[in-house]
């Protein structure tokens, strides 16, 4: 069974710039949540999507965005990128994420923004 | 504020000296605790979930535990091979996860 698979791996963007990335969760999987991982911060919920509904939102400032497909595939936008958004961007599938449901993690996605 | 403090920062063992990692959270209402291992350059690695007080999971060297106020992960004769950050979160009844700052585990041979 894959595991859950982000793109891309890498990305260097500059300030102001936008960037979207993607997720697609394990075969079955329909809550794809995004996670944002820094030093500082470490990790840090930004939002849950199910059913292509956005269910559950972090902290994060309205730049952060995302959406989810009928295929549970979901994608996260980034606008007017800031030095501080520089991290890694987590991925996490879950059959329907319940609290009986176990997160499973993608590889995440490296983001520099210079 | 629902917080999750682990401690310590950094642990360093030698290969067969166990040990204790800490979790100490704050919630509104604990639904789950999960443990995770995160190797360098990787996504997390789930171990266990945890969603009682006076719960205990193990698999392999590691055994999980959970009261009202703190959760451990215990670390029987370690080996070098579970050098890693170990991290651990909470979803409160709100379903927000809350993940602590993690434990960086290194085990000398």
């Known amino acids: 069974k894959a595991g859950v698979t982000q793109t891309p791996r890498y990305l260097i963007k500059t300030r102001g710039q936008q960037v979207t990335l993607s997720c697609s969760p394990i075969?079955?999987?329909?809550?794809v949540s995004w996670y944002q991982q820094t030093p500082g911060q470490g990790l840090q919920f930004l939002f849950e999507?199910?059913?292509?509904?956005?269910?559950n939102k972090g902290n994060f400032p309205g730049r952060f965005s995302g959406r989810q497909f009928s295929n549970s595939r979901s994608e996260m936008n980034v606008s007017t990128l800031e030095l501080g958004d520089s991290a890694l961007y987590l991925c996490a599938s879950s059959l329907t994420g319940s609290r009986t449901d176990t997160q499973y993690f993608g590889p995440g996605t490296r983001l520099t923004v210079l | 504020e629902d917080q999750v403090t682990q401690s310590p920062e950094a642990l360093r063992l030698q290969e067969g000296e166990s040990s204790s990692l800490n979790c100490s959270y704050t919630?509104?209402?604990?639904?789950?605790l999960f443990w995770y291992r995160q190797d360098p350059g990787k996504g997390p690695e789930f171990l266990f979930t945890?969603?009682?007080a006076g719960e205990e999971k193990e698999k392999e060297r590691l055994k999980a535990t959970l009261t009202k106020k703190e959760s451990f992960l215990h670390i029987t004769a370690p080996k070098p091979e579970d050098s890693a950050t170990y991290l651990c979160?909470?979803?409160?009844?709100?379903?927000?996860?809350?993940f602590g700052a993690g434990t960086r585990l290194t085990v000398k041979p």
């Open positions: 075969s079955g999987h329909r809550s």
């Open positions: 979160a909470v979803q409160a009844n709100n379903n927000d996860m809350r």
């Open positions: 945890l969603y009682s």
């Open positions: 999507y199910f059913s292509e509904t956005q269910r």
């Open positions: 919630v509104s209402g604990l639904r789950g």
